[in-house]
């Protein structure tokens, strides 16, 4: 079952849920055009069924590996890497100075799903690359800035994210790496750093580490932090590769999915590392990193959730099993076979829905300036970033029901989508974490935000969806009035719950613009809708209630 | 992490919950006498943490391999199978005559967790084995049951079930075996089977495959299908194995979890086998097998979560990260990852509890005969069986979560459990197929068993219970009205809705015969509750708002 890119149903979400004419009518983005969408979202598409697709496989059965302290990609790799930086795709949104399109980060989320699809572990690696330039664009000198953009567009140079240590995962603070001054405007960066994607290729010529380490004068905790820019060949005069830096990496993971991603350990001994942004400030520069790899990681989730239900249905349609009493017998026509499937189909919609939205704020934000646009695409964030990669594992686990027992076994395919997209719930932030910041940070506007959103939801008239609305809206006003403990207690409920609210409320404006779409929206609605009253009871726990039950009676 | 057996936990449930007293009452089961129950599971427990679990690791790494045509099996499990046979587990709860111990299946059950916990892929050898036990002691002729029964018993050989074929899985009727009879009391069998579960091993001196196939006068479907006796060495006059079967392992499958147990094709021309039971009556006696396998798949699902959730304890009261603003900063004082461990402790419970009153009710059943514990044994098995695996689904993926990044590298073994587990969904009928038998034929009593456990669970007397009780009775009321498809439409969902209304009725039993109990059954209760008015919501989605979403959108 060859993957089919789902060109047309993106263009329906950008066209009747999403709004995004509204995008193509600033000037920032005057370029992105029906034309233009068409014209990406085709080539891109094609690209990702006939080059990456094919790859999948390959990078799940033979991993990448380290030999010789270098890392060996898997077969197929550095073409399909070539495909993505030829087509244009890793820049899409940079700054066209540096040879960028310039285009909206929605349509780089739009082609980053197909890629993803495609073939996911490759993907990551453009993914970080993408996060890399944008804290570029926004932090580093011109001098750096001029050097690295424009080879990290065109695929010559690759870029990676070094924020973990062992003892300082969620808590980056916790950091130990050291930079000290060489005097001569480098620093010099010494440290380990752990679960590094894309720590290493074969196929391009320079890879470009984004190292957060303290500076000898820098505080304890995240306010001591600084980033620097750590190239495993240092730039001659001309700007071309040069003398190896002092880095290397140590060993690869051995993981239950993404095996074409070599995930490294990296080990900097007094690597040389310019500073990106100010001393101290490193953790903001990594935040813009992070913020759109938090939506570009949920887009991550419904890349494989798409790519699993093509698959489902595939074998679904093939496969006859026993007397379904309708027109054909293949098991697609049994109830709880279409169920699933409906399911897997409504929970993708609501997911690019949610991933595209979200994508559209933070583009009208930054084309306007507008700080509701900020504060919505802020807010949605996190909800994408979960609630997209929870539908990729919850997805990728139907897809191998589906499938009965051919689903366990690995030459299916089905299982691969379950191992690969599992870690989608865990990096870029756990999930957990994506919920705290959401009833944390997120409700510091005091609700307006969650409150923004709910008067949209509302405004669409549905009498189900409004019920829900106005009790996520009371909830909403329950958190505000919680100490942080008892926000975090109901964070991961809170979180889905308001996710499912705006995944009927996008079912339905789909149903409104296209009544095909009607039954789709009437199941899935009716689905979300409950769901979100359960998680709603669920939210309001309290950490009372989840510290009653002791530590000693929990490890007894 | 070592594994502890959940030895007090056991106790508690069968003395508090399941009311396992009234089993022991009988003159059947007189011998399981509360001092009878703490040996059994003391002794069993400590062969589960001392000899079974140091084996999982081995199994998961060096798959079960075919040599030669012969199956090598992983390390040690060759010893392990030995320890749980001369343990006298195998044949717990057959019939002393034949060298078993007569014991409740509620005791195999008990022993079976915590068995599965130590070793899933070793333990699903002796469940097959069980299962013939018992097909042979209800269906085979004494000569069959005088050679074979011991044997099994002792552990001597082992026992495999073959329904399977590429075209029919579920479907069973729809398999092209063929038997042939050779005039002398025996059969030719001829067929390929595939999916079978410990087709092969390396350490019992003969392999008995009960394998179904069609008689030349069988009618077509599973009313035409017959049950035969095939061993892989016909047993000579003495019954010690002699000459070789014409039956051969084709090749084992590549699969997502459980590499330690070998899964075959398996090739029969024209083998020798005996008939089990009448012609054409072979789906009895196959169910007879399967209905204590699908109780004894969901207790694995229960096995793996039990294993996950306390290594996930583990790992989680070892890691530090960041301040938690209570007495220690381990992990397991940050509100979100409390949440996922008492959501995992909460399910287990449920799922336990579930599982022992199944098996009190089917031993209630041989003990008394009373057709009131047979139809609640039989309503609660689908439930068991589904319940405990998406429960041992679910937890294992929470495991996952709570390692954080070290739950996706494979050296952590949590992704294990999750690889192992996901496949009790599928086998011993999908829990797609479980819902459809609880909807359809254990409904075929006009409700009387749904209504009877809700009398029960009424009678607690707890006010949320009873609402989401009393809706549980409206929504058995309704579905009693539609035809079937409709059921089907709604099935997983209305035995979700089941599962959670008993688990939150078990949990609140818990916390009145133990104070300590109440906070955790107060957190369960509060999740379980809405969750299944949840569910109920969507049980009654009704076959035509599927249908409505037509293929060809589907496949659009």
Known sequence: MPYRAPVSELRFVLDHIVGFDRVAATDTFAEATPDMVEAILTEAGKMCEEVLSPLNRAGDITPAALENGVVRTSPGFGDGFRAIADGGWIGMSADPE???????????????????SGCLA??????????????????????I??????????????????????????????????????????????GQKIYISWGDNDFSE????????????????????????????????????GVANTLKVVSLEHKLGLHGSPTAVMQYDGATGWLVGEPHKGMAAMFTMMNNARLGVGVQGLSVAEAALQHAIGYAMDRKQGKTGRDADHILEHADVRRMVLSMKADIFATRALAMDCAVSLDMAKATGDAAWKARGAFLTPIAKAFGTDTGIKVAGDGIQVHGGMGFVEETGAAQFLRDVRVTAIYEGTNGIQAMDLVGRKLMDRGAAAF??????????????????????????????????????????????????????????????ETTRAPLAAYAAGRMIPEAMAEMAKARTGAAELYAVSTDVIAA
Chains 1, 2 share one sequence.
């Open 206 to 241: 320079n890879i470009c580490h984004l190292v957060l380490a303290r500076l000898p004068d820098g505080a304890e905790g995240t306010r001591g932090i600084s980033l620097f820019m750590v190239p495993k060949w240092i730039p001659d005069a001309d700007g071309k590769p």
């Open 98 to 116: 540096y040879g960028g399109m310039g285009l909206p980060i929605t349509l780089t989320m739009a082609v980053n799903e197909m890629i993803g």
């Open 122 to 143: 490759l993907q990551l690696n453009p993914l970080m690359t993408q996060g890399q330039i944008e804290a570029l664009e926004a932090h580093a000198s011109p001098e």
């Open 452 to 513: 923004a959103l709910l008067d949209e939801v509302e405004a669409f008239g549905n009498d189900d969806l409004t019920t829900a609305a106005t009790h996520l809206r009371k909830l909403t006003e329950w958190m505000l009035e919680q100490d942080m403990q008892d926000r975090f207690a109901g964070a991961v409920s809170y979180l889905g719950a308001f996710a499912r609210v705006l995944g009927a409320f996008y079912h339905l404006k789909a149903a409104a613009a």
């Open 145 to 190: 800035q001029d050097l690295y953009i424009p080879k990290l567009v065109s695929g010559e140079w690759c870029g990676t994210m070094n924020l973990t240590e062992p003892q300082a995962g969620s808590d980056v603070g916790a950091l130990k790496s050291k930079a000290e001054d060489n005097g001569d405007g480098t620093y010099a960066v010494t």
